[in-house]
T-cell receptor, first 111, second 117 residues
Framework: SQQGEEDPQALSIQEGENATMNCSYK?????LQWYRQNSGRGLVHLIL?????REKHSGRLRVTLDTSKKSSSLLITASRAADTASYFC???????????FGTGTSLTVIP | GAVVSQHPSRVICKSGTSVKIECRSL??????MFWYRQFPKKSLMLMAT?????????EQGVEKDKFLINHASLTLSTLTVTSAHPEDSSFYIC?????????????FGPGTRLTVL
């Protein structure tokens, strides 16, 4: 299976704290993307980072990529209750081709 | 941003019946669409890659005769779950890649929840 793994599987924090989620994958990649999913809903694209990039920011999101370790992290700063969702990383070996999703992290932000 | 729709959003059927799920790209042409399934509290598993005008490519372990995929136009792909059984109950999500996108973007539909009684 090409599915990656994420840790932690579940994370519970207080509003205002930072949340960090990690993703490890198995093969070489062209890009890695992070998505969020509210319970029973579709996916919302958060950020894409290419294999030649090491860090990317978007608002309160910061993503890092370490291709030597085949891992990525997603940091959400100053979390809000509305950030409560499941977060998935997805890797693609070639641009525009299949995504393989990680196992996901369930984040709960307590108001 | 680009919009992908799925229909129906929810379907309940009896065991043994077939169910068709549609995935449409509303404001762009999608040369490639992807189908995923997701079990409760689990991740998305890629089922197949659907290319317009050609046969779908199935991931290992996915029965092509069970999950029929048709990508007849640049804006529509369909997934038919044939002779559905309770173990086919799942959340099915499609995604579409714009034909002009060289950036690897995919846009996801809102999903279809299938319950087989």
């Amino acid at each position: 299976s090409q599915q990656g793994e994420e840790d932690p599987q579940a994370l519970s924090i207080q509003e205002g704290e930072n949340a960090t989620m990690n993703c490890s994958y198995k093969t070489s990649i062209n890009n890695l993307q992070w998505y969020r999913q509210n319970s029973g809903r579709g996916l919302v694209h958060l950020i894409l980072i290419r294999s030649n990039e090491r860090e990317k920011h978007s608002g309160r999101l910061r993503v890092t990529l370490d291709t030597s370790k085949k891992s990525s992290s997603l940091l959400i700063t100053a979390s809000r209750a509305a950030d409560t969702a499941s977060y998935f990383c997805a890797t693609s070996q070639t641009a525009g081709n299949q995504f393989y999703f990680g196992t996901g992290t369930s984040l709960t932000v307590i108001p | 941003g680009a919009v992908v729709s799925q229909h129906p959003s929810r379907v309940i059927c009896k065991s043994g019946t077939s169910v068709k799920i549609e995935c449409r790209s509303l404001d762009f042409q999608a040369t490639t669409m992807f189908w995923y399934r997701q079990f409760p509290k689990k991740s998305l598993m890629l089922m197949a890659t659907s290319n317009e005008g050609s046969k779908a490519t199935y991931e290992q372990g996915v029965e092509k005769d069970k999950f029929l995929i048709n990508h007849a136009s640049l804006t529509l792909s369909t997934l038919t779950v044939t002779s559905a059984h309770p173990e086919d109950s799942s959340f099915y999500i499609c995604s579409a890649r714009p034909g002009t996108s060289g950036r690897g973007e995919q846009f996801f539909g809102p999903g279809t929840r299938l319950t087989v009684l």
